[in-house]
């Protein structure tokens, strides 16, 4: 195997050029922080991104910021950070939950995965927030879409397709995100003691309310001492409140109030509020050295505790809830399930399920990624056509044991 760590555009142009030529295939990585997510790649070579470094542009006042692909999210979200800016949709850094250091994800991989965190059910995810990008298709040509200003839409949703498309499309070389202020500060409201269909309630209740909660999840028994160094001793429910000083008071009372049937409420202060989503955000709870498996499981959030009541009858699992019960972060005791798993979303209106943790051995066996309706999938294939017909890039990563593709 060849490792090619190009430091320009034109590099990796010519790069994937010469393996459309050869009809040989690439493995895309950055830091490699999501190299354990999806199938195993079956590539011959490796086109590293991690020299593709640096930001080409920020403009704090125009909330714009253009950087390389391999650049990386800590290192971008510290410039932000100095002008009080931030990426609105909080992206997970998956390198601890899959055994590596914190930090070491990029920007190129922070749209292919279309990342995300607790504030998405506010705010979206990369792919909403995304401007423009350079990329080079599979068939080695060069191509852009959209620009560095936000009216600028032209091509938009070119993209806004490559989000969540695990490089298997085209190699993104420079990318544009539109970043917004930071909050001036920030408190969260617990409420100790609720089961998870309690909770269920009283997170619907807050997020329907002019409370104005960024962020709500549901930690139960069992799993709840794992946050803030076992500071909180009995099943919380969480609701984040950012914004100005006065103002996030003001709405902390009004959920006080409004949330009142469910108990008394207590409120952890701002640098323990912001510790607590950063491990919600991070599955901080499953991270540490094993590889048990680790599913990540989006669906309605009314249904979402009643799908784990109906896993847990039948399989042994950990569980925790983010986006208001719409995503749940599920720990296998040993095998990952999938059977099971991927009958109950169907049972219970649908969803998606991605096995973001497991050997090497139960990702080369099981569809990883969410299968796809008959109708998407040949949708689907007809893009991988388009843009990488000798499937160059990142060959296997979304197709499952039985050739359909999956999506994240």
Same mark, same amino acid.
Request: aromatic share 6%; net charge neutral.
């Given at each position: 195997?060849?490792?090619?760590?190009?430091?320009?555009?034109e590099?990796?142009?010519?790069?994937?050029?010469?393996?459309?030529?050869?009809?040989?295939?690439?493995?895309i990585?950055?830091?490699?922080?999501?190299?354990?997510?999806?199938?195993?790649?079956?590539?011959?070579?490796?086109?590293?991104?991690?020299?593709?470094?640096?930001?080409?542009?920020?403009?704090?006042?125009?909330?714009?910021l253009s950087?390389?692909?391999?650049?990386?999210?800590?290192?971008?979200?510290?410039l932000?950070?100095r002008?009080?800016?931030?990426?609105?949709?909080?992206?997970?850094?998956?390198?601890?939950?899959?055994?590596q250091?914190?930090?070491?994800?990029?920007?190129?991989?922070?749209?292919?995965?279309?990342?995300?965190?607790? *504030?998405?059910?506010?705010?979206?995810?990369?792919?909403?927030?995304?401007?423009?990008?350079?990329?080079?298709?599979?068939?080695?040509?060069?191509?852009?879409?959209?620009?560095?200003?936000?009216?600028?839409?032209?091509?938009?949703?070119?993209?806004k397709?490559?989000?969540?498309?695990?490089?298997?499309?085209?190699?993104?070389?420079?990318?544009?995100?539109?970043?917004?202020?930071?909050?001036?500060?920030?408190?969260?409201?617990?409420?100790?003691?609720?089961?998870?269909?309690?909770?269920?309630?009283?997170?619907?209740?807050?997020?329907?309310?002019?409370?104005?909660?960024?962020?709500?999840?549901?930690?139960?028994?069992?799993?709840?001492g794992?946050?803030?160094?076992?500071?909180?001793?009995?099943?919380?429910?969480?609701? *984040?409140?950012?914004?100005?000083g006065?103002?996030?008071?003001?709405?902390?009372?009004?959920?006080?109030?409004?949330?009142?049937?469910?108990?008394?409420?207590?409120?952890?202060?701002?640098?323990d509020s912001?510790?607590?989503?950063?491990?919600?955000?991070?599955?901080?709870?499953?991270?540490?050295?094993?590889?048990?498996?680790?599913?990540?499981?989006?669906?309605?959030?009314?249904?979402?505790?009643?799908?784990?009541?109906?896993?847990?009858?039948?399989?042994?699992?950990?569980?925790?809830?983010?986006?208001?019960?719409?995503?749940?972060?599920?720990?296998?005791?040993?095998?990952?399930?999938?059977?099971?798993?991927?009958?109950?979303?169907?049972?219970?209106g649908?969803?998606?399920?991605?096995?973001?943790?497991?050997?090497?051995?139960?990702?080369?066996a099981?569809?990883?990624?969410?299968?796809?309706?008959?109708?998407?999938?040949?949708?689907? *294939? *007809?893009?991988?056509?388009?843009?990488?017909?000798?499937?160059?890039?990142?060959?296997?990563?979304?197709?499952?044991?039985?050739?359909?593709?999956?999506?994240?």
């Amino acid at each position: 195997m060849t490792i090619f760590t190009p430091t320009t555009a034109e590099a990796v142009l010519e790069t994937v050029q010469w393996a459309a030529d050869e009809e040989t295939s690439l493995e895309i990585t950055g830091h490699g922080s999501k190299r354990g997510i999806g199938r195993p790649v079956q590539a011959a070579h490796r086109l590293d991104l991690s020299q593709l470094s640096g930001v080409t542009l920020y403009e704090p006042e125009e909330l714009v910021l253009s950087a390389k692909a391999g650049t990386p999210v800590a290192e971008v979200e510290a410039l932000l950070s100095r002008h009080h800016q931030r990426f609105d949709f909080e992206p997970i850094d998956y390198g601890p939950l899959l055994g590596q250091e914190a930090g070491r994800g990029t920007v190129g991989g922070m749209l292919g995965a279309n990342l995300s965190g607790p *504030r998405r059910i506010k705010a979206g995810a990369a792919r909403d927030h995304v401007l423009g990008i350079h990329a080079v298709s599979g068939r080695g040509e060069n191509f852009k879409s959209g620009g560095r200003v936000v009216k600028n839409v032209t091509g938009y949703d070119l993209s806004k397709g490559l989000a969540g498309s695990w490089g298997t499309l085209a190699v993104v070389t420079d990318v544009t995100f539109k970043v917004l202020p930071a909050s001036e500060t920030e408190r969260t409201f617990v409420l100790a003691g609720l089961d998870d269909a309690e909770a269920a309630g009283a997170m619907a209740e807050a997020m329907g309310s002019s409370g104005e909660v960024s962020s709500a999840a549901h930690l139960p028994e069992g799993i709840v001492g794992r946050f803030l160094g076992g500071a909180l001793s009995a099943a919380s429910t969480v609701l *984040r409140v950012e914004g100005f000083g006065p103002s996030v008071d003001y709405r902390i009372d009004l959920l006080a109030r409004l949330l009142k049937p469910y108990g008394a409420g207590e409120t952890i202060e701002v640098d323990d509020s912001r510790r607590l989503w950063r491990e919600i955000r991070d599955v901080a709870p499953f991270a540490g050295g094993s590889d048990a498996p680790v599913w990540r499981v989006s669906v309605a959030p009314t249904v979402g505790h009643r799908l784990v009541d109906a896993f847990r009858r039948a399989a042994g699992a950990n569980a925790y809830y983010d986006w208001q019960g719409g995503l749940i972060w599920l720990r296998m005791e040993a095998d990952p399930e999938a059977a099971i798993l991927r009958r109950l979303l169907g049972h219970f209106g649908g969803g998606f399920a991605t096995l973001v943790r497991a050997p090497e051995s139960l990702r080369a066996a099981l569809p990883v990624f969410q299968p796809q309706p008959p109708a998407l999938a040949a949708l689907s *294939r *007809r893009l991988k056509e388009q843009f990488d017909p000798r499937n160059v890039l990142n060959p296997g990563r979304m197709i499952g044991p039985d050739g359909r593709e999956s999506r994240a």
